[in-house]
Nanobody, 124 residues
């Protein structure tokens, strides 16, 4: 079992930055690929970014490339999402997720564990 707890969300003006953290329990964290997803009001869940177990391989949603960076610290059992140049359309609840697959994925069904989410609101 893996438990995930997100933090770092909040209210920020357009152009600002936030760093989300996802703390994981369990001794096998370093073997899991991790992902970030988001859900905006009235919209379906959307893939944002993912990272493999070592951090060497990452995937991004096209609209966040160059603005968001996913990273992980396996010694701290934590994955991060650094979000810069935020836009109002980035407003959503952000969720981290874990999969015991080796490679990162854009597909939410492959993720086995999910956090409770953290709200990000970007004002114009």
């Amino acid at each position: 079992q893996v438990q995930l707890v997100e933090s770092g969300g909040g209210l920020v003006q357009a152009g600002g930055s936030l760093r989300l953290s996802c703390a994981a329990s369990g001794r096998t964290f370093s073997s899991y690929a991790m992902g970030w997803f988001r859900r905006a009001p009235g919209k379906e869940r959307e893939f944002v970014a993912a990272i493999n177990w070592s951090g060497a391989s990452t995937l991004y949603l096209d609209s966040v490339k160059g603005r968001f960076t996913i990273s992980r610290d396996n010694a701290k059992n934590t994955v991060y999402l650094q979000m810069n140049s935020l836009k109002p359309e980035d407003t959503a609840v952000y969720y981290c997720a874990a999969t015991n697959r080796a490679l990162p994925s854009r597909n939410y069904p492959v993720y086995d564990y999910w956090g409770q989410g953290t709200q990000v609101t970007v004002s114009s």
